[in-house]
């Protein structure tokens, strides 16, 4: 069990509401937490007029807000506000303190391209599916493309095809894949593919083209489900009901269907 902290900031009357994790904070302590332990998320969403107000308002420390404006005003770097407010806080040790520390100085390192992939994946983790597409998309447009390595662009296609395959979008999760293993050549990226296509029906059109993928057995493909999805029921699930529907044929039956429909109405009123 942790120990216990004191709070040494009152607890606002109103909340700040930190859009990126859909949370609500009270006190200092709360957002210490929440920036702690969403270190990757932070960007300069964070900082703005409603932040610093609610500081100098809500938790009414009217000299650290004004600190952290003119801290962020002058460097425009989020992480050096952060390190500044879990310094003031008091909410940490000396210990606890360095090692935040530590671990700010590592994400100052990172480019805006391998942090915005760190929230991506936060969000895949999580299973905020359409948070983590948005993510991966925004990644994939030409301009960052450019500035990406053909690995890390793998990387983010196969995360994409995850997302994907765990929204039964199917074909759109093959495509990705397939992008992933001409970016990449992972195994992964390859069963995952295999995977995926073995969802894919006759009337699903994806472009899949893999070149020199080897086929070896969908059991193979199987053996790595838990890449694609943590659910296999759902799939199992959605098979079956893909298997009837390919075998009832609705489309090739459609107009005896309805002519049946047209008959059996008629006898009914006649």
């Known amino acids: ?27 200092m302590e709360e957002l210490c937490y929440a920036m702690e332990s969403s270190l990757f998320l932070l960007d300069e969403s964070w900082m703005g007029t409603e932040f610093f107000q609610w500081i100098a308002e809500g938790v009414g420390n009217v000299e ?7 801290l962020y005003q002058r460097h425009r770097d989020v992480y050096e506000c952060a390190a500044f407010l879990f310094s003031a806080s008091g909410f940490y040790s000396r210990q606890e303190q360095k090692e935040l520390e530590r671990i700010i100085e590592k994400m100052k390192g990172k480019n805006s391209m391998e942090r915005r992939k760190m929230k991506a994946d936060y969000y895949l983790a999580k299973k905020r599916y359409r948070y983590a597409a948005c993510g ?42 397939s992008m992933a293993y001409q970016k990449s050549h992972t195994e992964s990226s390859r069963l995952c593919y295999l995977y995926a296509m073995n969802y894919i029906t006759e009337d699903d059109s994806a472009d899949t083209r893999v ?15 838990s890449d694609v999805s943590d659910q296999e029921e759902y799939y199992t699930e959605r098979k079956k009901v893909a298997t009837a529907s390919h075998a009832f044929n609705w489309k090739g039956r459609e ?16």
């Open 136 to 177: 991966y998309l925004e990644l994939l447009q030409p301009e960052f493309l450019q500035q990406m390595t053909e690995e890390l662009q793998g990387h983010i296609m196969h995360n994409l095809g995850v997302v994907y395959a765990r929204l039964f979008l199917f074909p759109e999760a093959a495509r990705m894949f």
């Open 211 to 225: 070149p020199e993928l080897q086929f070896k057995t969908m059991k193979e493909a199987y053996a790595h489900f």
């Open 64 to 70: 650290l807000a004004g600190q952290l404006r003119r």
């Open 255 to 270: 107009a005896e269907i309805r002519h049946r429909w047209i008959s059996e109405y008629e006898q009914m009123y006649s």
């Open 1 to 27: 069990m942790g120990a216990l902290k004191l709070c040494t900031y009152k607890k606002a009357e109103y909340p700040l509401y930190l859009e990126m994790l859909s949370l609500h904070v009270y006190t």
